[in-house]
């Protein structure tokens, strides 16, 4: 069973700033091994950010499916496994030059990194748990 974000959960990780977004997608993410992105029929959505193309990601899928909605109606959530992530996205994130943006929100596209900036965060707070 997912874990399931209240209201009010939901409330007080919208109102987190950027740097307070990122810090707790990566705990989140390791803690609940998953990392959601919306895809369609193409593929997964890209957003631009500071002239960069990015995958915009989430914690929980309850943030990410608020993001569907006009140019994105079409959307789904989806999960990642976290051993996937690292094992398989990183490398073609790189491949492709795209970068991640961590929990975007109304106002911009959060905290821009690059995959292996992502992955090697979430492997420390993965050991640094163990």
């Known amino acids: 069973m997912d874990y399931q974000l209240t209201a009010e959960e939901l409330a007080r990780i919208i109102a987190l700033d950027a740097e307070q ?9 390791a803690d609940l091994e998953q990392i ?10 890209l957003v631009s ?6 995958i915009p990601v989430w914690p929980h899928a309850e943030l990410a499916e608020q993001w569907i909605e006009g140019e994105w109606s079409n959307c789904t959530a989806q999960a990642v496994a976290i051993d996937t ?9 790189n491949g492709d030059e795209l970068s991640i943006a961590v929990l975007p929100d109304t106002d ?4 821009v990194v690059t995959p292996d900036e992502l ?3 979430l492997v420390n707070e993965l050991e640094d748990e163990a």
């Open 36 to 45: 959601w992105i919306l895809t369609d029929d193409e593929g997964f959505v």
């Open 119 to 121: 992955a090697e965060t």
């Open 85 to 93: 992530w690292l094992e398989k996205w990183t490398e073609g994130l």
């Open 108 to 111: 911009g596209p959060g905290v």
């Open 49 to 54: 950010a500071e002239d960069e193309r990015c």
């Open 21 to 29: 977004r990122y810090e707790y997608f990566i705990k989140a993410v």
